[in-house]
């Protein structure tokens, strides 16, 4: 099954990235007033079962993707890579 795991800072953390970015669109005359950059990872779960995918990218997410102290992540199933 394929998914794919969205990891960003939470709100509150330092998101220099995000900063970044925000300075660069103003500089380049966009109207924006926040932005947040964080990371996609597309992953190949070997299930049919989305319950079964759903309980083992939690754990990947919580022990290898992200940071659970300074990220959040969102899982969707079945996503297209």
Same mark, same amino acid.
């Given at each position: =099954?394929?998914? %794919?795991? &969205? +990891?960003?800072?939470?709100?509150?953390? &330092?998101?220099? @990235? !995000?900063? *970044? #970015?925000?300075? *660069?669109?103003?500089?380049?005359?966009?109207? #924006?007033? !926040?932005?947040?950059?964080?990371?996609?990872? /597309?992953?190949?779960?070997? %299930?049919? /079962?989305?319950?079964? *995918?759903? #309980?083992? &990218? !939690?754990? =990947?997410? @919580?022990?290898? &993707?992200?940071?659970? $102290? +300074?990220?959040?992540? %969102?899982?969707? $199933?079945?996503?297209?890579?």
């Amino acid at each position: =099954m394929k998914a %794919t795991v &969205l +990891i960003r800072p939470k709100e509150g953390i &330092l998101d220099p @990235q !995000g900063e *970044a #970015v925000v300075e *660069a669109l103003q500089h380049l005359g966009f109207a #924006v007033s !926040g932005a947040r950059v964080g990371r996609l990872v /597309d992953v190949q779960v070997d %299930t049919d /079962d989305p319950e079964e *995918a759903r #309980v083992a &990218l !939690g754990r =990947m997410s @919580q022990e290898l &993707l992200a940071n659970p $102290l +300074i990220e959040s992540f %969102t899982i969707e $199933l079945g996503a297209e890579g």
